[in-house]
């Protein structure tokens, strides 16, 4: 990668772009250059995900698939091959006889999706195809439990693939099931708010993004929908790396989380203002920049939004409560979030 | 490779999903608006700030200015001495400090008096109309009164127009040559201005001059005195004469120990002038405690700067040779249940001076009214009703003479208000204005997409250098700085294309028509989430409930 | 060109003739020699323009093929038992998403218990999972069926799998006859994705289909397998042309049609029974055997053809349905419904147990006197099982089945066991 281009994507330069009213912070701004604005602010974007999908109203991984696939084809100048996991993902996008993919798409199996990725990079690299670049997506579920064997090897063979993960916490599709990227203390069918330690139990779970990190690949990201301009500049980072690479985006979920459809972005954003959702950007496994915090607020305004927490909130279980403070705390030290 | 080989079922063409009209699952839908910011709402002229900032951050200064004196003909004017309402009500002002709308306002003005941007009347319209005063209520009214294309003539008493801004306001705000040129291009719209003349009887200059309306402007010029016991032997002054000394240059009385008794802007400007003429001594003394005096917290600020002593929560209860006794006032406690506010405590202590100076507003001269009785006077101002009609027909009334505010900011928009009802009677009709939209309050944003923007200082005069002379205090912006100022603008309630809709709709549902064309949502998928309400960082969707 | 190798080598050899663009591998005995000859070859340069990749389980390297084919790869993998299994969900998706693979599966059995050698137990595990399945009964043969496995996969853009028995053919080593690239460039055209992942014409791959299409859907891989069968006849008679050897078609017949008793089996079982009904025929007695190449699609017609003449069918099988008996024999009963035939069904070879002539040939004997029953076990140990049952009926706690038996067979000291 150039030294040029990175200079225009790197994360320091939107905070000192000259003040243009929302600066860089919304999808377009008509003050700002052309290379400032977002895919999604052109009427040029692929739609990678169309209309016409089944996603829940509100739906942050429709939104954050989009996001990241749309940004992709322009860093690839639309040579993107995407394999997808089973999950809502694949169902809500292609129920015969409809798809909502406008880009070549390929579902197999819920835990194979990396593999199936690196099935295509291997097919592409033996026709000598090196502009044609592929992206495996999938579900927390799908990627940090299921799908993780195929996940590690892929990272271990480093095959050419972007690996994005959309983190709503839980089996949605099935019915709302812990996974091993559920949070602390949240509600799912099989972590209920009952007994001692209501929700999912505390000091369990994979972060999967550290995990990546330490495979040493070229790059791994956080991303949150609510910040578009990261979001994409990370995608089109990744893009120009060779070699596996491992996107993990939160997607907020209004059926799962038991919040208003209307407050899916609200959310994502406020998930990353109190510091339970880490945004950082890590190369060869060293952490190399983080995503500031602009305002931040107390754990308790994120979780009051979502029904997933309503116990945490109940004047017993502060317990509960310090310890997720707690949580983002550490995530803020950790990850140097101020 | 053709389509027919395609395994069924399991492989499916792009573009199917679109046979999906996901729109039914929709029980809310949401619609664009335009809702009024705060700023406009609270303009005495309705400015459309939004408007012109706008315009002014994308460098199109002309239309800025063509905007903005759409509604007010004084920019480099009122970019300076206006008291900025807008500012206070300014939705920025919760993020972090308030867009510094007026002295983006006073950057325009002064493009505008550079380029020599002039007005243009409008085709004549063959009626009249007789303005009483050239201060800023009538400048403003006669202003728009040209461009509704009737022939104006204004009756000034003075020797110079511009009333108050002239005579009340000191040179170090606002320095002539601005209120000049301003004035000279109202009147350059063909605006006839009679200067030394009084008008002694309203109907019959009426009647001489074939006008076939009148608007009295002549604000409220009679000083409101208070007389003290005691025998003292100092001058006692009125703020207004001192002030209207000053610009005529007269011999100045403030000399030695000055006290200003009074607690508004015009005291503030009394003290300020005071300082700038050499006074040895200058003291405030205000009844009101520092968090109540009327006078707005800059002039404050800059006055205790520039050397004058501000004593607050005392009273003058007598005045005996060169000593001022004062009265030790107190905040009542009961004040909350119907009580005064500010009680005296029964302690008193004394002031030395060399001249009282007392500021303590003004009225409007009954005098003027003797030979036009059918005129009602109410309260120490002309009666008139919501149209800003007094009790005889076809005579208007505007500015201090009227009730209001008695700011040039509220006399300016009464010019315009008066205007357009005159417009609307001389066709026969009654003013109706028009219906204004829900404002666009805080709450109905989303800030955070905003970016950090501290507000942009204004260049200020060193105090030393303020006490030497009348030089003005307060500089002009530089353009990049103007232009930033103009950034930092919200656009409450009106959609500035930001394609945060655009971008965010997870069904791709809304359509972008292209820059100044805005979007349209394509109600076929948009399942109606409200993400988009959620997200508009200005308040300019709404959500309402599908007919179901 | 005649060479002296083992079965894998020649089948690795005649997989790089093939020019495989995507060969992904996971060890598993008895397959390995395969991939681990196709590396050497990738690596050294004798095969180009080909991905070789070590991935990190069976259901990683099936899930590898799969999205390899979908971007349009002629792709290649092998694997055996329990590596089968492992990857089972990804061989349903590979062939219910059309994608012509080819795979070998080196047969062995599936444990527990624990047993690296040949039976058809893996193959039998996937007969419904929509593959096609051929089994080869010689080196030779498995070194040219690999050749028409990718020319029959890419005709019906259905995976195939290619069965040959681990170590008995796998590391076997015999006189083969290589062909040359030319003849199998001759045969094997360039590969042409019927459908492909390709950026300049997308398409949605895997959708979800629910009950309105899933019985079409379902009908007509049905149907394209039955389309196979006329497909297999054609190539196989097209390599016959080219190369000179009759090596595939759906059954490959000894004497079947003109004999009263005929085995009916699958592999490398074939050779053992043909040494021995030579010698019965030279002895005058009327035995065939009929030798099944197409496992998937079965190829009821041909059977039920092949077997018009006899009065009696051993169904031979290296694995049998636990509950229910040989699956084999099941579906001959069903293709041949109707036929005035007696069938028995024999397991044997199990988790690689050797078949010896002499055994076969007692149950022809027995067959000959009409004394063959249903369903024979070969050379099952009854005294073993008789004793192993009479301890469970005491009820004792008697420790693990296994190795109470083998203390019986004196292999483990009685000591050991309390």
Known sequence: MSKEETSTLNPSSRQTVKFYQTGTFTVGNRLLDEEFRTVQATTERSNSLDSGHRACQGCGQALGARYALDAAMRATDNKIIAANATGCLEVFTTPYPETAWSIPWVHSLFGNVAAVASGIAAALKSKGDSTTRVIAQGGDGGTTDIGFGCLSGMFDRNDDVLYICYDNGGYMNTGVQRSSATPAAARTATTMPVGDNPGSSFNTGKYLPTIAMAHEIPYVATASVHDLHDLERKVEKAMTFRGARYIHINVPCPLGWGSQPAFTIKLSRMGVECGLVPLFEAENGQLTDSTKIRYRIPVEEYLKLQRRFAHVLKPHNTHQLDAIRAIAENNIKRFNLL | ?548 | MLRQISGSIAVAEAIALCRPEVVPCYPITPQTHIVEHISTLVKSGQLKNCSYENVESEFASMSFCIGASAAGSRTYTATASQGLLFMMEAVYNASGLSLPIVMTLGNRSIGAPINIWNDHSDAMSVRDAGWIQLFVESNQQALDVHIQAFKLAEALSLPVMVNMDGFILTHAITRVDMPTQEQVDQFLPAFVARQKLDTDAPLSIGAMVGPDAFTEVRYLAHHKQKEALAVIEQQAAEFHEIFGRDSGGLIKSYFAEHSEIVFVAMGSVIGTMLELIEELRTEGHSVGILSLRSFRPFPANAICNALGNAKQAIIFEKSFAVGMGGVLASEIHMATAGNDLKISSVIGGLGGRTITKKSLGKIVECAMHGELDKEVFLDLEGTTVVKELRRQQEGQSSGPVAENILRDMGVVSASKTL
Not at chain 2, 408 to 430: E, F, Q
Request: proline residues 5%.
């Open chain 2, 1 to 548: 490779m053709t389509v027919q080989h395609k395994p069924f079922a399991i492989t499916l063409d792009v573009g199917s999903s679109h046979l999906n009209k996901t729109g039914s699952w929709r029980s809310m839908r949401p619609v664009y608006v335009d809702r009024l910011p705060p700023c406009n709402k609270t303009c005495p002229s309705g400015e459309d700030i939004q408007g012109w900032l706008s315009l002014a951050e994308e460098e199109d200064y002309e239309g800025a200015w063509r905007l903005l004196t759409r509604d007010n003909p004084f920019p480099a004017i009122m970019g300076r001495v206006c008291y900025h309402p807008c500012e206070g009500a300014c939705n920025r002002g919760s993020l972090d400090l308030p867009v510094g709308i007026n002295s983006v306002e006073r950057f325009i003005g002064e493009q505008g008096l550079i380029n020599n941007w002039q007005f243009e009347a409008a085709e004549d319209s063959g009626k009249k109309v007789m303005i009483i005063g050239a201060g800023p209520a009538g400048l403003s009214a006669a202003y728009h009164l040209r461009r509704f294309g009737h022939a104006v003539t204004i009756y000034e008493a003075a020797e110079k127009p511009g009333g108050m801004l002239r005579y009340g306001i000191p040179k170090y705000r606002l320095p002539r040559e601005k209120l000049n040129a301003e004035i000279y291009r109202v009147e350059n719209m063909g605006v006839e201005i009679t200067l030394n003349h009084k008008i002694e009887d309203i109907n019959t200059a009426r009647k001489a001059g074939g006008f076939d309306a009148v608007l009295i402007c002549v604000g409220a010029q009679k000083s409101n005195m208070l007389t003290f016991e005691g025998d003292a032997d100092i001058p006692v002054l009125d703020a207004l004469t001192v002030l209207r000394d000053t610009e005529l240059e007269k011999p100045n009385q403030l000399i030695g120990r000055v006290v200003v008794y009074g607690g508004g802007n015009s005291a503030m400007d009394v003290a300020r002038t005071a300082v700038r003429l050499g006074a040895q001594d200058v003291k405030v003394v205000s009844r009101e405690d520092p968090d109540n005096m009327t006078a707005h917290k800059f002039e404050i600020i800059e006055t205790m700067e520039e050397g004058s002593e501000v004593i607050n929560l005392r009273t003058i209860k007598s005045v005996n040779g060169h000593e001022i006794s004062l009265e030790i006032m107190k905040i009542s406690e009961q004040h909350h249940s119907g009580q005064l506010r500010v009680v005296g405590t029964g302690e008193f202590e004394t002031l030395e001076a060399d001249v009282l100076v007392l500021a303590i507003g003004q009225n409007v001269d009954p005098v003027l009214f003797e030979n036009s009785a059918a005129i009602e006077l109410q309260e120490h101002t002309i009666k008139v009703d919501s149209i800003m009609q007094t009790t005889q027909d076809g005579i208007f009334a505007a500015g201090d003479a009227a009730p209001s505010q008695r700011s040039v900011t509220s006399a300016l928009g009464h010019g315009k208000k008066s205007a357009r009802a005159i417009n609307a009677w001389l066709a026969g009709k009654v003013y109706q204005p028009a219906p204004q939209n829900e404002i666009a309050s805080f709450d109905k944003m989303e800030p955070w997409y905003y970016s950090d923007a501290p507000r942009t200082v204004q260049p200020h005069l060193d105090a030393v250098r303020r006490k030497s002379g009348f030089a003005e205090v307060v500089g002009d912006l530089e353009p990049d700085h103007a232009k930033y100022e103009a950034r930092r603008c919200m656009s409450c309630g009106n959609c500035f294309e930001c394609d945060n809709c655009y971008g965010i709709c997870p069904d791709n549902a809304i359509r972008k028509l292209g820059q100044g064309r805005g979007y349209e949502f394509k109600y076929d998928y948009c399942k109606g989430c409200g993400m988009c309400d959620t997200e508009c960082p200005c308040g300019a969707i709404n959500m309402i409930p599908e007919d179901i």
